[in-house]
């Protein structure tokens, strides 16, 4: 759920970021979205800490805070800021081909967003062969993690600084709330597949492709947005892996507690 | 100013709607989240604000008007749904509850947007403004809209005061509510409708993103000024009317600004100051409380320090130096001297040349700390079967905490002994 909050509150750093550099898909862009991620987590921190507020509410009230100050700021810089709101809650990936980048001595190099994503993708990639073993110490034990000289509250920012710049990567193409589901649904999906954690990761990134490969044909065949279309197919493979998962689905259960009490009918 | 006696007169009618539509919508929605909030469950109106936006979507398909009635109905439909799911994944599977929260409001949201513009491409002409449920267009409420959010409204807040009693146990111990023969499943249908209801009308207000503060919001920032559900419940709603009406002004003073950003954005200015400034639960008066407890953990322990020296060389007046008082136990120098220096104010030390020594009332204070600590020790050896050698962290603390009555209790159970676990002479 903190990638839900943070995703809405890195709003006010890209409008931010924008007005000072006056450009889109820029560095500065990312940076300044990434220092909002983590001060997002940090106020939520703070307040439950400090004031006692339980981690729910702490939570709401801060992203619907900061995302509210990112649309006035819309609206007050409305001249200088070719953001919208639309753009913001469900951005159009159709529109991404558009935008080339046109270097000075006048040669196309392709979709901007196309060398954005891939530099998230690279630096994301990294962060995790990095920094694999300190994540994984302290998203499973924290306390065997510190224990160890592992810093959890340094390792934790990071990971949300990280979670934030994916979210403006995926800004333009999707916007702050589809994007939640393309980082939640995989996971999820491949959480209910496997308890192996290195598994778990490479069925996400398996899956994360299937859906936006599928997702966009689905699009073109209802005639809507692509994003929508790629969230939705990410809903029907979990649902699929929730239902049927070899190990965790619910009716892979049920078939199996039938086919144990055909085998032993006195249990029951 | 003008502006400001020209909205507040309410002469012009149009105000007037906007008025009591925004504050209607708002605070009905702060005394519904007053009750998700102490369930703990503030998220879900989040994920019932995402969650309405395919049946407003089917709704308009099927109805082919954007006529409020049916898309409350097409809302209330897919918010609930999005509920029930969210609670089956988390009682089903092993996938936590926030997970289920983030997965479900966004995929109905992305199923949605997926209808939306879908319907958008169709070229039906009537489509335009179904968007509005999206951002919120609280300035724009107007005529027949306002007739019926203004209905819902008050059917929420009169179902609350209605189930008041109820609403408020379930919140805090269904078990026991459950004992007393309270419906609370139907309680619990009743309580997630008025979520969905609420957040299906004051979408219409702030728009989807901006929905969840609305419940949440009021309702954290009251939790800070009162421990009273009904006071906590009534402060919500004036929080909450009290924004919908400034984002109204604001509006009205600059229409290119977006009402429901503004008016979230004063809600939250109230709570973020709730949280610091409040009595008692508030940041400041935490960490003052903290600070004065320091203290006194400090002085004490300062005089009682001082009744040890005296112990061993029997001379309890006798004037200490810094020096000396830190070989006996160490206190970092700074907090140790303005320690002194305090307690010389209050009358408890004097200084004479560098040196420390009680006063009558100060000799009293430190003898009862170390009497506290003596007759704690033992009554934990005695009636704890705890170990002499275990005994003195715990009294360390305590004593500082027992109060006259109790002291006299541990004085009647233990008889008035003379010794403590130690061998050491319990002072009276």
């Not at chain 1, 994003?227 to 892979?252: C, D, M, R």
């Not at chain 2, 149009?14 to 369930?39: C, D």
Request: glycine share 8%.
């Amino acid at each position: 759920m903190v990638g839900d909050a943070i995703s809405h509150a890195v709003l006010p750093g890209i409008v931010i970021a924008f007005l000072l550099t006056n450009t889109r898909d820029s560095f500065e862009m990312i940076i300044g979205a990434a220092l909002l991620g983590i001060f997002c987590t940090f106020l939520i921190e703070f307040f439950h800490k400090r004031a006692k507020l339980q981690t729910d509410a702490a939570i709401g009230v801060t992203f619907t805070w900061l995302f509210a100050l990112g649309v006035i700021l819309i609206s007050v810089f409305a001249g200088q800021v070719d953001l919208d709101q639309e753009c913001v809650l469900y951005g159009e990936i159709a529109y991404v081909p558009i935008d080339l980048w046109i270097t000075d001595s006048g040669q196309n190099m392709g979709p901007r967003a196309l060398y954005i994503a891939s530099l998230t993708l690279i630096l994301i990639i990294l962060f995790i062969r990095v920094g694999f073993k300190q994540l994984y110490l302290t998203t499973f034990d924290p306390a065997f993690a510190a224990t160890t000289g592992v810093s959890v509250a340094l390792w934790n920012y990071l990971l949300m600084g990280s979670v934030s710049m994916t979210t403006v990567a995926a800004f333009d193409s999707v916007g702050a709330i589809l994007v939640v589901a393309l980082l939640v649904g995989p996971a999820a999906t491949a959480y209910l597949l496997t308890d192996n954690f290195k598994k778990m990761m490479l069925i996400t990134a398996l899956i994360a492709i299937i859906i936006s490969i599928l997702g966009y044909y689905l699009a073109v065949l209802l005639d809507g947005s692509i994003a929508g279309a790629v969230v939705t197919v990410a809903g029907l493979l979990f649902a699929l892996a929730y239902l049927f998962s070899p190990s965790q689905g619910l009716l892979t259960k049920k078939f199996q507690r039938k086919q144990i009490n055909e085998l032993s009918p006195d249990a029951s | 100013m003008e502006t400001f006696k020209e909205f507040f007169s309410f002469s012009d009618p149009s105000i007037v709607a906007v008025v009591v539509g925004a504050v209607l919508l708002t605070a009905s929605s702060a005394v519904v989240g007053t009750f998700t909030f102490l369930k703990k469950k503030a998220l879900v109106g989040d994920a019932v604000a995402h969650s309405v936006l395919p049946g407003i979507c089917l709704a308009f398909i099927l109805s082919g008007t954007k006529n409020p009635v049916w898309m409350i109905i097409g809302a209330f439909i897919t918010g609930w749904l999005s509920l029930v799911i969210i609670d089956h994944i988390t009682t089903k599977s092993k996938i936590k509850e926030d997970t289920a929260i983030a997965l479900i409001l966004s995929v109905f949201f992305g199923i949605g947007i997926l209808m939306l513009t879908n319907i958008q491409h169709s070229g039906n002409a009537a489509q335009t403004g179904l968007d509005s449920f999206l951002f919120g267009k609280a300035a724009a409420l107007v005529g027949k809209d306002l007739i019926v959010f203004g209905a819902v409204a008050v059917i929420l807040i009169v179902t609350v005061a209605l189930f008041f009693k109820e609403l408020k146990l379930i919140a805090f111990d269904s078990n026991y509510a459950k004992a007393m023969g309270i419906p609370v499943k139907w309680l619990d249908l009743l309580l997630t409708s008025l979520t969905v209801l609420a957040v299906v009308t004051g979408i219409q207000a702030v728009g989807v993103v901006l929905m969840a503060a609305m419940l949440i919001t009021p309702a954290a920032a009251a939790r800070f000024w009162t421990n009273d559900v009904f006071k906590m419940t009534l402060i919500a709603a004036i929080m909450g009317g009290i924004s919908g009406l400034s984002g109204a002004y604001v509006s009205y003073v600059a229409p290119a600004m977006p009402t429901g950003p503004w008016i979230v954005m004063i809600i939250s200015v109230i709570a973020i100051v709730s949280f610091f400034i409040a009595p008692k639960r508030g940041i400041f008066s935490r960490s003052l409380q903290q600070r004065k407890l320091q203290r006194l953990i400090m002085d004490e322990n300062l005089l009682k320090e001082l009744y040890h020296l005296g112990e061993k060389d029997r001379d309890p007046y006798k004037g200490r130096t810094v020096a000396e008082i830190i070989e006996e136990r160490f206190f970092p120098k700074k907090p140790l001297k303005a320690a002194l220096r305090r307690l010389k104010r209050q009358g408890f030390l004097k200084e004479k040349t560098g040196e420390w020594s009680y006063t009558e009332v100060g000799k009293q204070k430190g003898q009862r700390v170390v009497k506290l600590h003596r007759l704690w020790e033992l009554y934990l050896s005695k009636y704890m079967k705890i170990a002499p050698d275990h005994v003195h962290e715990d009294a360390e603390t305590i004593e500082h905490i027992i109060t006259p009555e109790l002291e006299e209790t541990l004085e009647r159970m233990l008889e008035y002994p003379e010794f403590d676990p130690h061998e050491e002479k319990i002072p009276y």
